[in-house]
């Protein structure tokens, strides 16, 4: 019973993997509005 089998480490993996793509969509949106 590691810490790696805690539910909150699933959910963070799950949002890690999902910001990246998040700020590249904003950077290259930020980037012709500015």
């Known amino acids: 019973m590691g810490p790696e089998s805690?539910?909150?480490q699933s959910q963070q993996r799950l949002i890690l993997p999902q910001l990246p793509p998040l700020t590249l969509?904003?950077?290259v949106?930020?980037?012709p509005a500015a």
């Open 29 to 31: 949106i930020s980037q």
């Open 6 to 8: 805690t539910p909150e």
């Open 25 to 27: 969509k904003f950077g």
